[in-house]
């Protein structure tokens, strides 16, 4: 069965430290692999976006990463800020596809 | 670029009404739309796929006489919630995928919360 799990479900962290989140995924033929960030009562907004050769993507204080032979990824962030409390949502697509397989996403809540 | 708006960004009906969605492409033209909704704490589920010239697609336990889906044009598709009822309260979110970059993302929407009263 294609999947995506993530871990954790939720996380707090004080303002200004780093933290990771990870995505394990089941979905095959994998053709990229995503992370979202979404805020509280917003649409999903790209971070990074992942192919099967690509073990590293930074985007700002983001940087993500992925072993696609034991289909994990993770998303770290760095100097955490208040703004980037949101659900972060990982997110694989089938290739030759444009259809998403998401993960259960990882809620995060940074502390002043 | 790739912005995809939806209109309205919040509504409140009561029971029996219907209401529309619209979703649109502000600076591409997508040949297909995807509608999800999403329960409080929970990730996105789609519904639908909608495409344009031809009927939509629905996931396995949408109702589609009860969300009408009609993409209009290539920057447009609307999701029309008929009857509307209390549990069909949600957060309703739309993506149009582009092929920028050679990598087929989808643009998401900036959703329509809908509460039924």
């Known amino acids: 069965k294609n999947q995506v799990e993530q871990s954790p479900q939720s996380l707090i962290i004080l303002e200004g430290k780093n933290c990771t989140l990870q995505?394990?995924?089941?979905?095959?033929?994998?053709?990229?692999l995503r992370w979202y960030k979404q805020d509280t009562g917003r649409g999903p907004v790209s971070l990074t976006i992942?192919?099967?050769?690509?073990n590293t993507k930074s985007n700002g204080r983001y940087t993500a990463t992925l072993d696609a032979d034991t289909k994990q990824s993770s998303l770290h962030i760095t100097a955490s800020q208040l703004s980037d409390s949101a659900s972060y949502i990982c997110?694989?697509?089938?290739?030759?596809?444009?259809?998403?397989?998401f993960g259960t996403g990882t809620r995060l809540k940074v502390l002043a | 670029g790739a912005v995809v708006s939806q209109h309205p960004s919040w509504v409140i009906c009561k029971s029996g009404t219907s209401v529309k969605i619209e979703c649109r492409s502000l600076?591409?033209?997508?040949?297909?739309m995807f509608w999800y909704r999403q329960f409080p704490k929970q990730s996105l589920m789609l519904m639908a796929t909608?495409?344009?010239?031809?009927?939509?697609?629905?996931e396995q336990g949408v109702e589609k006489d009860k969300f009408l889906i009609n993409h209009a044009s290539l920057t447009l598709s609307t999701l029309t919630v008929t009857s509307a009822h209390p549990e069909d309260s949600s957060f309703y979110i739309c993506?149009?995928?582009?092929?920028?970059?050679?990598?087929?993302?989808?643009?998401f929407g900036p959703g329509t919360r809908l509460l039924v009263l």
């Open positions: 993506s149009a995928p582009n092929d920028r970059g050679g990598r087929a993302t989808q643009y």
């Open positions: 995505c394990n995924y089941t979905v095959s033929p994998f053709s990229n």
């Open positions: 992942m192919t099967f050769s690509e």
């Open positions: 997110v694989v697509t089938y290739s030759g596809t444009y259809k998403y397989i």
């Open positions: 600076d591409f033209q997508a040949t297909t």
């Open positions: 909608s495409n344009e010239g031809s009927k939509a697609t629905y």
